[in-house]
């Protein structure tokens, strides 16, 4: 059995990403990993039921032994196994997000022998976490260009307190390998697009955030449109309200995105304004990956065949603690920083991968 790497879950943000990318590489590579001081940082220390359900996934995409998951442990020893497709369902049983149930699946679907099928149900548009629709709208075409297509369904929209989301990830055709991607510079902004959602609730929600996304937005003088989602009293399968915007602008070589969330007393044009300001902070830095990209794509450059440029927006604690367990679990993947490198400032990151293939 191969040497077992330890992971201090305290490191860096001290949250839950630490496990998640964790859990990947370990998944990717073959590597047994013990992973200890789990959110040590946090209010509420150790897994919770979010938490537990991307152990879980992992560990059925790789065939894995666990030990120590149960909620609230603090330390978990993960053994991954042979990578495999199939038909999963996962049930996070409250408003955790389901996007960060994917960080830690999506990069291991990537290598799986045959299509792969993931139906999560808890919160798709929850504070804390990319909403859904910048993982159906950003993330996925970002990643096309390594090489990695997958479909992303949104069944039912759930937000806290009530949850009840589900969504639907098909891989059909799983790459087995990635390749490398340069992403150090996004070209002119050609268009912004976004979509606009407010359930439970009514229409002028939706559309107040987006007539306040698209004022702000059109000073950037591309063409701007912001889709509506709604539904009829009497239709809406929906468990609890909730509204949010996400916004994206089309670039030459890239794509990048801002989000908000309504909540209540918030009024719906602060979400709108907060959303477009966000895009609009990110694009004036002039980098290629927006605050969230530019920690989400360390993951996939590091097992990538060849060398990849990540131009981000902003290190985030996130990109640095991502940055870490790639070290601790991948010594052999070279990162250096081209341009920057200090926390909340633009950054240019040279990363070459393992060229990780798919076995067999």
């Not at 679907?109 to 993982?135: F, K």
């Amino acid at each position: 059995m191969r040497e077992l790497v330890e992971i201090d879950g305290s490191f860096g943000e001290g949250g839950g990403q630490i496990l998640r990318t964790s859990l990947a590489l370990s998944a990717l590579l073959g590597r047994p990993v013990r992973i200890y001081n789990i959110r040590a940082r946090r209010p509420r220390p150790g897994l919770q039921r979010q938490h537990m359900v991307s152990v879980r996934a992992v560990a059925e995409l790789s065939s894995a032994r666990v030990e120590g998951l149960r909620l609230g442990s603090t330390e978990i020893v993960f053994y991954p196994g042979r990578i495999r497709g199939g038909r999963f369902r996962f049930d996070i049983g409250t408003a955790g997000s389901i996007t960060l149930v994917l960080q830690a699946a999506l990069p291991v679907a990537a290598y799986a022998p045959e299509p792969v099928e993931m139906q999560i149900t808890g919160g798709t548009d929850v504070p804390w976490s990319p909403p859904i629709d910048y993982v159906r709208f950003v993330l996925r075409r970002l990643l096309e260009r390594m090489g990695y297509g997958f479909e992303v369904v949104l069944r039912r929209r759930g937000h806290y307190p009530r949850g009840g989301g589900l969504v639907i990830v098909r891989v059909p055709r799983p790459p087995g390998m990635l390749g490398a991607v340069d992403y150090g510079s996004r070209g002119r902004v050609l268009a912004v697009e976004g979509l606009s959602h407010a359930v439970r609730l009514p229409r002028h929600v939706a559309e107040r955030q987006a007539s306040a996304a698209r004022r702000l937005l059109e000073r950037l003088g591309v063409p701007v449109r912001i889709e509506l989602e709604w539904y009829e009293p009497g239709r809406d399968p929906h468990l609890g309200p909730g509204s949010g915007i996400v916004v994206w602008a089309l670039a030459e070589r890239s794509v990048l995105g801002g989000d908000a969330l309504g909540a209540k007393g918030k009024p719906a044009e602060r979400v709108g304004e907060e959303a477009a300001r966000k895009l609009l902070e990110d694009l004036e830095t002039g980098a290629a990956l927006d605050r969230h990209a530019s920690d989400m794509l360390i993951t996939y450059a590091a097992v990538a065949c060849g060398e990849s440029i990540l131009h981000g927006s902003r290190l985030t604690m996130h990109a640095w603690t991502n940055m870490h367990v790639v070290r601790k679990l991948a010594p052999e993947v070279e990162m250096e920083f081209i341009e920057g490198g200090e926390l909340e400032k633009p950054f240019k990151l040279r990363v070459r991968g393992l060229c990780l293939k798919r076995s067999g």
